[in-house]
């Protein structure tokens, strides 16, 4: 515990009235809705948005209006005033005070191309709302956004959403989670019915019913009353309870203590320790509603409230001296100096550059100076604004466990650390997947060249899953991203944002190299043309590496053989053949290289030649280590009636496909397949064609596996076919 309130007396809300959370799910789990919902009852919009008319508060996107899907997230500043019990009172249900607290909401996409912005948020959540809808359970993305949440350490609460929809089953979404997500989760709300009879939810702590009033689906689910526990559901309802009690005693030694004491276990006190497990990440918590109707958002709200922490109920930051291991903590205090990540840079029609970032410690005003110990420059902050949504608000100063934003910074990437000069600390930045598919772009006229190349500068600089380069070999200017949304979403602002309109080529996909078995290379780089020559001479081992590991290069030069200064040029270049690829010119992965050996000469050697030494080598031993081209393979799910899965499942096999499982789910069946990328395109359509429209689908990327041997030939035709290589 700290000796004094880490609360500067000029914030309006307290650190412990603080949440910053992240609303994450699979593609149309309601995401958005229930954000919209939440925004309503909080008073921030007076007026309810709805996906589907293109009018919510944090898709403000033109793309996301016409598309009704979130593309890029959005935060949002809302407040909720909770009804508190006094001190050593139980009745929850009866007001005694009213406690305001403020809650940041960041509304994250579930479209897998645009994975990057969970990634991104999740870096910066104190705690998360996973949605998962009551029909279809935990779904492909379900599994990576959770994933992410626990890769950040993020602690969450489950809402099982859409109960009012037709095959809603709230036990089987809670058993999906504890069996694919691995959870420790229990409920903490029942509902009372399901489908069109989905009226209201038990409170499983407090033993009572809240059921919302009926009326048209405009005013359905305003108002709630709390009432007696139906009597069908009391028995439910107490058997629940146990089973809570017994989760939590079983992590929790107060109350384990409480049950071997046989002493009575208050709500408050249920309450208290289901947040301390919350917020450790040992529990989740599980509540249902539909968000469309209304119905459950309310609670969900006190729900964050009551068991997702503020800033001081997690670990500190952490960061590290800049070229150190030397680890620095970062209290969460505002009167510590100031630390903060900018985690997301979008640029605004009307502000410019916008850098989001998130406040760790301390607290930063306008006229400020703050310092980035990347770049090692200082900037003075000149305006700084909360965004709700498509609305900017200015502000004069932001404090510890604050998201805001900044205008007009310069020479700024995502994931840079912004401090105090005099904490020199870089947190942590959150990491990105790897572009999976390419596809060649030019301008169709020359004078939209330059405004091309300052409009993808411009969303490379955004989007840290997408890149923008030009292939030395054909001249191209290729993009790659996540997948195809991805770039046609990228290729449509480039027409509303920056007015450039493009020539598109067919979608690449981007291949990976790797090796077989262990090898050794030697590279010789000699030239002499009167005056200086130039002299480099090296020998390494290479093998495979474990998968997923990515490459690894050792110096294990002995003796001198190669001077110090030159085993660095040495590295640079095996490097730089990995990434041009040897085999069909694309990047290799999962390679373990060693220097071993090599000579020099006094006068003509240098980097340069050293360089291209390290890059004959690689290239003569990867020829030797018996090379093959990897594909990036998808794990897809798709949702059909019972009467198209034959197609499908035919379909898939054509596509190369794999089917891992066939199940049964509300009516439906789902088959779980593993494709790969190329064999995926224009799947959209095929799948409509087949199943007359009435058939879903989503995937994700899940690893990298050996094309066969006739898609080898034909990739390596293909490069043969390509300008001569590089040097």
Not at 241 to 261: G, Q, T
Not at 522 to 544: D, L, M, N, V, W
Request: hydrophobic letters at 35%.
């Amino acid at each position: 515990m700290q000796d004094k309130s880490p609360n500067s007396p000029n914030r309006q809300y307290t650190l412990e009235r603080t949440r910053n959370i992240g609303i994450a799910a699979h593609i149309d789990a309601g995401k958005t809705t229930t954000t919209e919902r939440i925004l309503f009852y909080t008073g921030l919009i007076h007026k309810i948005g709805d996906v589907d008319d293109g009018n919510t508060v944090t898709d403000w996107m033109e793309q996301e209006k016409e598309r009704g899907i979130t593309i890029t997230s959005a935060a949002v500043t809302c407040f909720w005033t909770q009804k508190c019990a006094k001190a050593g009172e139980d009745q929850i249900y009866k007001a005694f005070k009213d406690v305001s607290h403020r809650i940041n909401i960041i509304d994250t996409p579930g479209h897998v191309d645009f994975t990057a912005e969970v990634e991104r948020s999740m870096r910066v959540l104190d705690g998360a709302v996973a949605v998962f809808c009551g029909v279809a359970g935990v779904q492909p993305q379900s599994e990576t956004v959770w994933r992410q949440a626990t890769k950040y350490k993020v602690p969450r609460i489950a809402f099982v959403n859409k109960m009012d929809r037709t095959g809603a089953n709230f036990d089987n979404a809670l058993n999906d989670m504890r069996t694919k997500l691995k959870a420790y989760a229990f409920p903490i709300f029942l509902p009372i019915g399901a489908e069109d009879k989905f009226e209201g939810v038990v409170d499983i702590v407090n033993q009572k019913a809240i059921v919302w009033g009926p009326g048209d689906i405009a005013n359905e689910g305003l108002n709630y009353e709390i009432k007696d526990i139906p009597e069908e559901l009391k028995g439910k309802a107490q058997d629940a309870l146990k089973e809570l009690i017994d989760a939590v005693s079983n992590k929790d030694d107060a109350i384990a203590e409480l049950v071997l004491e046989d002493k009575p276990i208050t709500p408050t006190i249920l309450k208290a320790a289901i947040r301390r497990l919350t917020c450790k990440i040992e529990l989740i918590p599980v509540l249902c509603g539909s968000a469309f109707k209304k119905k459950g958002v309310q609670v969900l709200v006190d729900s964050v409230i009551d068991y997702l922490p503020s800033p001081l109920d997690i670990p500190p930051a952490e960061g590290t001296e800049p070229g150190t291991d030397n680890v620095v903590k970062v209290d969460t205090d505002d009167s510590a100096k100031f630390c903060s990540l900018a985690f997301k840079l979008w640029t605004d029609p009307y502000a410019g550059k916008l850098v989001f970032f998130r406040v760790y410690s301390g607290h930063l005003k306008k006229g400020d100076t703050i310092y980035n110990p990347r770049t090692r420059k200082r900037e003075r902050v000149s305006r700084l604004m909360v965004i709700q949504g498509s609305e900017r608000k200015d502000i004069d100063s932001v404090y510890s466990g604050d998201i805001a934003a900044l205008v007009g910074l310069r020479n700024i990437t995502t994931g840079d650390t912004l401090c105090d000069e005099n904490f020199d600390v870089t947190l942590e930045p959150p990491t990105f997947p790897e572009p999976v598919i390419s596809m060649a772009v030019e301008p169709k006229t020359k004078a939209d060249r330059d405004k091309m190349s300052e409009g993808l500068q411009r969303l490379s600089e955004e989007d840290p899953t997408f890149r923008c380069f030009t292939n030395e070999e054909t001249g191209q200017l290729i993009i790659a991203g996540m997948g195809e949304l991805h770039l046609e979403i990228i290729i449509d602002r480039l027409k509303r944002e920056f007015k450039v309109e493009a020539n598109v080529g067919a979608p690449q996909i981007a291949y990976r190299e790797t090796i077989t078995k262990d090898a050794e290379g030697e590279g010789k780089f000699i030239r002499q043309s009167g005056g200086r020559g130039q002299y480099g001479h090296a020998c390494i081992t290479i093998q495979p590496n474990e998968k997923g590991k990515g490459i690894e290069i050792e110096n294990k030069i002995v003796g001198g053989a190669i001077p110090k200064e030159y085993v660095g040029a040495v590295i640079d270049g095996i490097e730089e053949a990995i990434r041009s690829g040897v085999h069909a010119g694309y990047q290799m992965i999962d390679i373990k290289a060693q220097v071993v050996d090599g000579s020099f000469h006094e006068v003509d050697s240098n980097e340069l030649a050293f360089k291209m030494a390290g890059i004959f080598a690689l290239k003569e031993a990867v020829k030797k280590a018996g090379p093959i081209i990897l594909e990036p393979i998808m794990k897809v799910e798709v949702t059909t009636p019972d009467e198209y899965q034959g197609d499908l499942l035919g379909d898939i096999n054509r596509r190369r496909g794999t089917i891992l499982g066939i199940d049964a789910k509300a009516g439906q069946t789902v088959l779980n397949a593993q494709v790969p990328l190329a064999e995926m395109f224009g799947y959209a359509t095929a799948i409509r064609s087949l199943s007359k429209g009435r058939a879903s689908y989503s995937m994700e990327p899940l690893n990298f596996e050996q094309v066969p041997n006739s898609v080898e030939k034909a990739i390596l035709d293909t490069a043969a076919k390509r300008p001569a290589a590089r040097t």
